[in-house]
C-alpha cells in the first residue's frame, strides 16, 4: 500500500526567514528552523545574541516583522486572538523567575491555566496536578504555599504547571539561573526526565554539560543569526567558527 502523500510537514517548530527588530534594531536576521516531535535543543549564545526573542516569538509573545513561524502546522498569525490562544495552548514556556501566584496554593497553580482555558472541571484537574507533582517530585506540596518552598521547587512547579497545558513544546528561558547552585540539579534532573520522555524541548541555557549530555542538537546565536548549528558532540567538541570557539573558551 501507498503511503498517503504527505502534505504537510511533521514538524512541531518552523520557522523560515524569521526577522524581528526593537525599533531600528534588529535583533532577529533571518532563522531559519525546524524542530521535530521529541527533539532537544539547547540554545547556547552571549547575552544579547536574540535567544530570548527567538523563543519569546515562537510563543507569540513578541510580534515579528517578517518571515513564517508555524506550531503544529499552524501559522502563528498575530492579528487572529483565537489562533493566538490555540497556539498559547500547544507551546509552554518556563522563565528563570517562576512566577508562582502567591495567593493560590501549589495545587491550585498547577490547575489555574487548564480550568480558565479549557474549563477543565474540578476533580480531573486535581487528579491531574497531583499527577504532575508527582512527576516533578512534589506530590506532597499540593497544598503548600508558594512561598513555603525553596526556588528550585518553585520552579519545579512552574514545570509542572507548563505541563498542565499539554503543551506540544516546551520553551525553557535559562530557568535554572535564579537558582541557587545547590538548586539547580534538582531543576535540570526533571528536564532531563521531560526529555527522556519524548518531550519536544527548546532551552536556553548556560549549562553546558547539561546541555552537552541531554540534547539532540545544539543551536549558537551570534548577533541575532543561527551561527552554527548540530549534534553536541559536534558543537561542544569541534567548533568550527571563532565566534564559538571564543564563546566556549569565555565560558572557563
Ligand atoms: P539574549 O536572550 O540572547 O540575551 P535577547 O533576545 O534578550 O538576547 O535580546 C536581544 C537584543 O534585543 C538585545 O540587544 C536586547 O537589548 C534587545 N531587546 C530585547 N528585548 C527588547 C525590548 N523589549 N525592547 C527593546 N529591545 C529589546
Ligand atoms: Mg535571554
Redesign the pocket.
Known sequence: MQPAAKTSSSAIVEIKGLRKS??T?E?LKGIDLEVQAGEVIAII??????????LRCINGLEVFQSGTLTVDNKPLLHDNALAMRALRQRVGMIFQSFNLFPHLTVGKNVMLAPRLVKQQAEEPGTAQAKKLLARVGLAEKFDAWPDQLSGGQQQRVAIARALAMEPAVLLCDEITSALDPELVGEVLRVVEGLADEGMTLLM?THEMSFARKVSNRVIF?HQGRVHEMGPPDQLFGNPQTPELKQFLSSLH
Open positions: 526593537f525599533g534594531n535583533v549564545g552571549k547575552s544579547g545574541s536574540g535567544k530570548s526573542t527567538l536556553v546565536m
